[in-house]
């Protein structure tokens, strides 16, 4: 099955500098990358996602990066903001034979801290 | 709140009770998840329904670990003789299959169980 590594697990950045997380996937049938940030005690919350036909994807402050051929992604989080602190979780998702669209396997999380 | 909801939020129970939570995905959604999450990592997939039909159990759902979706609405997920081990978050989600393509899973806030 579908093995996803994230790094780094803790991330401490000063406001306004730039954050990035990396995570590598095994299978390369995978074809949906989406990216969540979790604050304490609330729900994982999408913030972006990328497709495999696609090599990057850009939402205001926040990017993400896509190469296929060797099976890793990324999340850029450009400007940071003190309410930028959370949990971020990528995760990946595969299509099957009788599945259109498959489950989400998760990184084990970033915990990002912006110091003001 | 007009997004995934599940009930109880917070159950703390003996070891070797039953427990059963619901969640109540958003109305046009008709995929369904379960997913555990405990402290410092990241939600791990636990099973998932189209409709009604059950397609996926993860390993990690031993036979203590029943789910249903009999109308292929809400869900509900069943601990039978729940052991210290079983204490985490239980995360729900629900995505729309194909249409558009938005293929984005909206979270609910989990039911927070802790065996005792």
């Known amino acids: 099955g579908e093995n996803v590594e994230q790094h780094p697990s803790t991330l401490s950045v000063q406001e306004g500098d730039s954050a990035v997380i990396k995570c590598t996937y095994s299978?390369?049938?995978?074809?949906?990358f989406p990216w969540y940030k979790q604050e304490l005690g609330k729900r994982p919350q999408l913030i972006i996602d990328?497709?495999?036909?696609?090599g990057e994807k850009k939402d205001q402050r926040i990017a993400v990066t896509l190469n296929k051929t060797a099976k890793h992604f990324s999340l850029h989080i450009t400007e940071t903001q003190p309410e930028d602190s959370a949990v971020y979780f990528c995760?990946?998702?595969?299509?099957?034979?009788?599945?259109?669209?498959?489950?989400?396997?998760f990184g084990a999380g970033t915990q990002v801290v912006v110091t003001p | 709140d007009t997004g995934v909801s599940q009930d109880p939020r917070h159950k703390i129970t003996k070891r070797g009770q039953n427990v059963t939570f619901r969640c109540d995905p958003i109305?046009?959604?008709?995929?369904l998840y379960w997913y555990r999450q405990t402290l410092g990592q990241g939600p791990e997939f636990l099973t998932y329904?189209?409709?009604?039909?059950?397609?996926?159990k993860s390993r990690l759902l031993s036979d203590r670990f029943s789910a249903e979706r009999p109308k292929g609405s809400f869900s509900t997920l069943e601990i039978q003789r729940t052991e210290q081990g079983d204490s985490a978050m239980y995360l729900c989600?629900?995505?729309?299959?194909?249409?558009?393509?938005?293929?984005?899973?909206?979270f609910g806030q989990g039911t927070r169980l802790t065996v005792v």
């Open positions: 995760a990946a998702s595969m299509s099957g034979a009788t599945d259109s669209w498959g489950k989400l396997q």
């Open positions: 329904f189209q409709n009604e039909a059950q397609l996926e």
């Open positions: 109305s046009e959604h008709n995929r």
């Open positions: 990328i497709r495999s036909n696609v």
């Open positions: 299978d390369s049938a995978s074809n949906y």
């Open positions: 989600a629900s995505r729309r299959l194909g249409g558009a393509g938005n293929t984005e899973a909206f």
